[in-house]
């Protein structure tokens, strides 16, 4: 079965550093991935995705993931973390034997200190 | 207009009655879901449907029901809710291989 690790479910970081949200997925196949952005009271918005091609994928909000197959990861990061980055982040896979499903992670609350 | 809009965004609602929560969508999209979020569990899928003759169980379906009323119409019903149904339920919908998008989601809150 299809699976998405996110780990840790909280990460602080100062405004201006690094982020780094961690996802590792299971898959016997390289599957389809996303990162998800939810802000308080709202829904879930696509950060960026990976299907197939350059493994380094550019998002919204100067976001960045890599995956790599090898470590059957797909990280989330950002050079300098802004006070608006403040969310839940969510990774997910797509399913590669009902390509119409799409497995969550139990996602990451950044939160960002001035 | 939001691409994908659901009704209430909030509710409480007793043990025992009936409630529906309902999804709209201008995306022109054939796939649309159900979730249900509770902090710490990620989302879990309850249903979700490929056109108005297709309606599938996802991971928790039990205790819910869903209608497809039209294409841009996916409505979610709890014939009796439950405590333990008190959630952030999200609709949304997807072309295929891209994505959802996402609802702002209907807060359920079950006394």
């Known amino acids: 079965a299809q699976s998405v690790t996110q780990l840790g479910s909280h990460v602080s970081v100062s405004e201006g550093a690094l982020v780094l949200l961690r996802c590792n997925y299971s898959s016997s196949v390289p599957p389809y991935l996303f990162w998800y952005v939810q802000y308080p009271n709202q829904g879930l918005q696509l950060l960026l995705k990976y299907t197939t091609g350059a493994t380094l994928v550019k998002g919204i909000n100067g976001f960045e993931a890599e995956f790599k197959k090898s470590e059957t990861s797909f990280h989330l990061t950002k050079p300098s973390a802004h006070m608006s980055d403040a969310a839940e982040y969510f990774c997910a896979v797509r399913g590669i034997y009902n390509f119409n499903k799409f497995y969550f992670g139990s996602g990451t609350k950044l939160n960002v200190k001035p | 207009d939001a691409d994908v809009t659901q009704t209430p965004r909030n509710r409480i609602t007793k043990t025992g009655k009936r409630i529906m929560l309902e999804c709209s969508q201008t995306?022109?999209?054939?796939?649309m879901y159900w979730y249900r979020q509770d902090p710490g569990l990620g989302l879990r899928l309850i249903y979700y449907s490929f056109d108005v003759k297709d309606i599938n169980k996802g991971e928790i379906s039990d205790g819910y029901s869903v209608s497809r009323q039209a294409q841009a119409k996916f409505s979610l019903s709890l014939e009796s809710a439950i405590p333990n149904q008190t959630a952030l339920y999200f609709c949304?919908?997807?072309?295929?291989?891209?994505?959802?998008?996402f609802g702002s989601g209907t807060r359920l809150t079950v006394v």
């Open positions: 949304a919908t997807s072309s295929g291989n891209y994505g959802y998008t």
């Open positions: 995306k022109g999209h054939d796939r």
